[in-house]
């Protein structure tokens, strides 16, 4: 199996793109009409693609708009500092739903809401 690609649908690209470049810390590895891509560790790659061209590709598909800001997928990112992470997303205008605190499955993890309603979450191994 080669790297994961895990898309997430956005009203805006470039808007999407600036809020992720600056809680990534990195600038993306793609960005062009249609589709921006920052790597993630591990291999993994974050896209972002506009609601607009996921209707274009699949009309038969309902309509992520129609979901605009209903949690509708995570990206739980293992990070060395959660709560600078969690910090840099709340200042680039995300949503915090719950800072970093100590989870019953061993990780310590902080979570928000980004600029399209999905839902982000900073975490270290405990």
């Known amino acids: 199996m ?5 898309v997430l649908y956005v009203e805006d690209q470039a808007r999407a793109r600036d809020f992720y470049g600056a809680v990534l810390g990195a600038g ?6 249609g589709m921006t ?14 609601e607009a061209g996921i209707r274009r590709l699949l ?7 129609a979901a605009a800001g209903v949690p ?3 990206l739980y990112l293992l990070v ?21 605190q100590p989870r019953d499955w061993g990780d310590a993890a902080g979570y928000c809401l980004d600029l399209d309603g999905h839902v982000l979450a900073f975490a270290s191994r405990g």
Do not use: C, I, K, Y
């Not at 891509?37 to 506009?50: S, T």
């Open 72 to 74: 509708r997928a995570e």
């Open 2 to 6: 080669h790297a994961a690609h895990l």
């Open 28 to 33: 993306p590895r793609l960005d062009v009409p």
């Open 37 to 50: 891509e920052f790597a993630l560790p591990g291999g993994a790659v974050l896209g972002l693609m506009p």
């Open 59 to 65: 009309p038969a598909m309902p309509d992520p708009a």
């Open 80 to 100: 060395d500092a959660p709560e600078r992470r969690l910090e840099a997303a709340v200042a680039a205008g995300a949503t915090e739903l719950s800072a970093v």
